[in-house]
């Protein structure tokens, strides 16, 4: 099985970014093959794009991602939750990435597109300061919907599982472990049942 993790944090220094190399330990321990992409070290080209996106405007890095999502069974996300959405670096890469006629397209007479990513399944890994209680109830998880519905399930992907760790403001050490081991033993128990299913 082949997993593909985008850490959708700016800085390498982030809990975030230490989540995504967790579920990236976890998932090879349960026999598969993750590749870890770190937005922090991705050169975006970030200049301004022309009226139609092409792959004109990737760097070397988006290149490599997309040929490793093309390969991948499965695509995680992990992001941190930023005035309610993800960081604008991390949407800044999905424009450029997840391009018409590559990742999506439409039919003629068919408002709703077709997915070129059918087959791949697709997990988000999020932290914010919000409590999850909070966050469902009062934001009604309007970027887990959003992820969900305009953006993973648009391109094909799916199923889809979410993950939220919170609040992480002033959470305690052991508590952060807690989460990297569970984060760990998350991927490897579906690399273990995937690995078992293909066997």
């Known amino acids: 099985m082949n997993i593909v993790i985008i850490s959708g944090h700016p800085r390498a220094d982030s809990f975030t970014q230490a989540l995504a190399r967790s579920y990236q330990k976890g998932a090879e321990a349960g026999g598969a093959a993750a590749q870890l992409f770190p937005l922090s070290e991705m050169n975006l080209n970030t200049e301004p794009l022309g009226s139609r996106p092409s792959q004109e405007n990737w760097t070397n890095e988006i290149y490599t991602l997309w040929t490793a999502i093309e390969q991948a069974d499965h695509l995680v996300i992990a992001h941190p939750l930023w005035w309610g959405t993800m ?62 519905n305009q953006i993973l399930k648009f391109v094909g992907l799916k199923p889809l599982r979410f993950t939220h760790v919170s609040p992480i403001h002033n959470m305690p050490a052991p508590k952060r472990q807690m989460h990297l081991n569970k984060v760990a033993e998350i991927a490897r128990n579906f690399a273990t049942r995937h690995k078992k299913s293909a066997a």
């Not at 018409?100 to 890994?125: C, M, R």
């Open 87 to 148: 960081p604008a670096e991390l949407k800044s890469l999905l424009d450029r990435l997840l391009l018409p006629d590559l990742a999506y397209s439409f039919k003629q007479g068919n408002p709703l597109p077709t997915g070129h990513l059918k087959g791949k399944s697709a997990e988000v890994i999020m932290t914010s300061d919000t409590p999850d209680w909070y966050y469902r109830l009062a934001y009604g998880k309007a970027q887990s919907k959003l992820m969900k």
